[in-house]
């Protein structure tokens, strides 16, 4: 049965989906998500399924492995870990510099998806009432009446906003929310500009290749340091399930630009031009031929290049809140950029959300939140943070 007030949560990321999640556990389940997401939610934690030589293949497009520091967040995590969603990763992931690979000694324990990083999204959206492939073009607050009209789909008690980039600007920007716009508003930029008090994202490539044989490098994942490239990693490998015989030799690998590289090729990402389709698909090709010393990259038997617009942000909010609520307009805004540009940052600022709504609901608290925008560099590399606790060891029951 349904309770409570009903919200319109825009955006089935990572933070929009913990925060239904969160809703509905304390009793506020008429709760609609709606994401653009053709296929399934998940935004920048989502997977890519090829076809190749016949035979599906994942690849992790976005996110690709997270770990755990928050005691809020672990919860969630050992969910995920008894649903068969998550699981440790325990190929070697490190660092690669002048062609030398190092094992990252930091991290304790790193998590991946099972079957790649969209089963973590999926699992999270099984009770929810989500609205795919819907893209929420306009929203306004009625005074009168205290509800949040969203295009045709109605009205709600209360809104959030769980994405962000220029299409939260244009969304909030005559919503009737004029202090949360302002939080909205956006820069796009490869290096941080301190002076600036809007939220930073940067932009990155990524490339997807597939070799019909395997590279035979010592390792799954690495950070790199180079001029073009940041991020490499072995699909395949990753996610081998070792209960299982392979059968394929095809190697699938998700390969990242640093920022410098995705500001210098920006072009709109919903229709790249076939030139520049090619430029960055040589660029990161060469790229990984010289960073990994090979003498010859393998000719690909499938690649495909995606520009990540408003990748991951480089600016956090100063006030160290972990989620923006308006108390007078009913409208809140989660995600990774206001905490911590990574998956944990996304889930606790879902859930701090999610508890404020509540709490306003309740009556128990209907302040708002500090609504100027202040901003702090994020900590973290260039496809996010990755915080660790040794003190925290995941120990997954049987
Ligand atoms: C290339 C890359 C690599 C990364 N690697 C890692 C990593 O290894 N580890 C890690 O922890 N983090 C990583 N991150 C960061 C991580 O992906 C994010 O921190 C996290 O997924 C953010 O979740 P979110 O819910 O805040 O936002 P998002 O995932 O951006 O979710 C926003 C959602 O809203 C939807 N949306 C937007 N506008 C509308 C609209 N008008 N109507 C309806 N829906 C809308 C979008 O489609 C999207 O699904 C990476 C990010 C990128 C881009």
């Not at 990402?269 to 003498?295: C, F, H, S, W, Y």
């Not at 404020?356 to 500090?370: E, F, L, Q």
Request: aromatic share 8%; charged share 20%; hydrophobic share 35%.
């Amino acid at each position: 049965m349904l309770s409570g007030s009903s919200v319109a949560v825009i955006g089935g990321g990572i933070s929009g989906l913990v925060c239904a999640n969160r809703l509905s556990q304390l009793g506020i389940n008429n709760t609609t998500v709606f994401d653009t997401g053709k296929h399934a939610p998940g935004g920048r934690c989502s997977s890519r399924q090829v076809i190749i030589d016949g035979r599906a293949h994942v690849f992790d497009h976005s996110a690709q492995y997270f770990t755990v520091t928050d005691s809020r967040f672990a919860k969630i995590v050992s969910y995920l870990h008894r649903k068969g969603a998550v699981k440790i990763w325990n190929g070697k992931l490190g660092h690669l510099k002048s062609g030398k690979f190092s094992v990252d000694k930091n991290i304790t324990q790193a998590f991946i998806g099972v079957n790649g990083m969209q089963d973590i999204p999926k699992c999270l959206a099984e009770t929810l009432n989500l609205k795919n492939s819907t893209w929420a073009g306009n929203v306004s607050w009625e005074a009168a009446s205290k509800k949040w009209r969203v295009d045709r789909h109605g009205y709600f008690d209360y809104l959030v906003i769980a994405h962000n980039g220029k299409c939260a600007d244009k969304l909030m920007s005559s919503a009737g929310a004029p202090q949360v716009h302002r939080l909205t508003q956006v820069r796009f930029c490869h290096q941080p500009d301190l002076k600036d008090k809007r939220m930073q994202l940067c932009s990155l490539w990524a490339l997807l290749v597939s070799f019909p044989t395997p590279l035979k490098l010592p390792f799954e994942g690495v950070h790199v340091e180079d001029t073009d490239i940041s991020w490499m990693a072995n699909n395949t490998a990753k996610l081998r399930d070792p209960s299982r015989q392979q059968t394929t030799s095809n190697e699938c690998w998700t390969v990242f630009s640093t920022r410098q590289f995705g500001s210098r090729n920006k072009c709109p990402q919903e229709n790249i031009p076939p030139k520049v389709e090619k430029e960055v698909t040589d660029r990161l090709l060469q790229a990984m031929k010289r960073v990994t010393g090979l003498a010859q990259l393998p000719v690909p038997n499938y690649t495909r290049v995606q520009l990540w617009g408003a990748a991951v942000p480089m600016n956090i909010l100063k006030t160290g809140d972990e989620c923006v609520f308006d108390g007078q307009h009913n409208v809140g805004i989660c995600g990774d950029w206001l905490t911590s540009p990574c998956i944990q940052g996304a889930v606790v600022s879902g859930l701090a959300l999610a508890e404020r709504i509540n709490k306003h609901y309740t009556g128990a608290d209907t302040s708002s939140t500090v609504l100027v925008p202040d901003f702090v560099a994020a900590d973290g590399g260039i496809i996010g943070a990755f915080p660790t606790d040794a003190n925290m060891v995941f120990k997954p029951s049987k």
